[in-house]
């Protein structure tokens, strides 16, 4: 069953990252309709526009800030990170985190990512 868009009434595509809108406070992420707030759009902006390379915090932050002295704590990302995380569960996409790299927005479901290979279990 797709689902149709609260606001303009056209057909969710499934497999699309559809759209964030900054200036109305909304995202429409495969056929999941949600709010966000002014900070998680701009991250889920950031995301979505780099699909699918990963963008790294320092990028995301580039991204939301003119100013250094403006910039959070990275923990701060990460909790907005989080959040987001929860609001897209069921849109067939999710937000891959490779240490070191950075993030992305991937297709699928967060349980459906391959298991990382780890060097302690060699």
Known sequence: MTES???????LQKDNLNKVDLD??????????FYVTPTEGKILYALVNA????????????SMYTIEADWPQSKTIEVYLSRIRKKIVGSGYFIQNNFGIGYRI??????????RSDWRNR
């Open 51 to 62: 699909h699918p390379r990963f963008i790294s915090t320092l990028f995301i932050l580039e």
């Open 24 to 33: 109305s406070g909304y995202a429409i992420i495969g056929e999941k309709f």
């Open 106 to 115: 991937a297709k699928g479901e967060r349980d459906e990512q391959p298991p």
């Open 5 to 11: 868009c609260p606001l303009c009434g056209s057909e």
